[in-house]
């Protein structure tokens, strides 16, 4: 099993820019997370989901969107890119305690 | 708001030295979790803890959740290199269904 993966690695975005940061997990997890981290802040939740076509917001969702069609995708959506959106963003598959299994995040810069 | 605060920030030793690292909270949690992250990548799970005053051994590494349910403690006996890196606690709330994370404690251990 791959896990939970994610692509891409790296991207540069301009400002109003707008992108998708692509999430898919072959571990069969119902929850499935998005969460930014900055420098010194922990982990921010964006937005989750307890299954296909049931998405909800986490603490810090203004500026992205979600989907979740099937159990194993969870694309984050960035419509119009801003410099407070450089951060390294994380998907996970939640299990049965909520514990999380990490993707290998996304380093995105917006100039 | 739950807030799990984690001590100390930042912490550098010499290899085959002790250390503890913290995480306190004025919250109760019903689980506690304390994952290790490197750089460029996930934070990976090292251990739920569920009961108060439960303690759980991993090689080197013993967990402790305290009594109430409010704090946690992460103990390393003799480090080695390999365990630099940041460590997150996070806990899940008794009314709440998501994940809080601690800013998290950054290890080096020096050869």
């Known amino acids: 099993n791959a896990g939970v993966t994610q692509t891409p690695k790296f991207r540069i975005l301009k400002i109003g820019q707008s992108m998708t940061l692509q999430c898919t997990q072959d571990m069969n997890h119902n929850y499935m997370y998005w969460y930014r981290q900055d420098p010194g802040m922990g982990l921010k939740l964006i937005y989750y989901s307890v299954g296909a076509g049931i998405t909800d917001k986490g603490e810090v969702p203004n500026g992205y969107n979600v989907s979740r069609s099937t159990t194993e995708d969870f694309p984050l959506r960035l419509e119009l890119a801003a410099p407070s959106q450089t951060s390294v963003y994380f998907c996970?598959?939640?299990?049965?305690?909520?514990?999380?299994?990490f993707g290998p995040g996304t380093r995105l810069t917006v100039l | 708001t739950q807030l799990l605060e984690q001590s100390p920030q930042f912490l550098s030793i010499q290899e085959g030295e002790n250390l503890t690292v913290y995480c306190n909270s004025s919250?109760?949690?019903?689980?506690l979790q304390w994952y290790r992250q490197e750089p460029g990548e996930g934070p990976v799970l090292l251990v739920t803890?569920?009961?108060?005053?439960e303690v759980k051994k991993l090689k080197r590494l013993t967990f402790q959740f305290g009594d109430a349910r409010k704090d946690s403690s992460l103990h390393i006996t003799a480090a080695q290199p390999g365990d630099t890196g940041l460590y997150l606690c996070?806990?899940?709330?008794?009314?709440?269904?998501?994940?809080?994370f601690g800013k998290g404690t950054k290890l080096s251990v020096k050869p």
């Open positions: 803890v569920v009961t108060g005053g």
């Open positions: 996070a806990g899940k709330g008794t009314s709440q269904g998501n994940l809080i």
């Open positions: 919250s109760v949690f019903s689980s």
């Open positions: 996970a598959g939640g299990g049965l305690y909520n514990e999380q299994f």
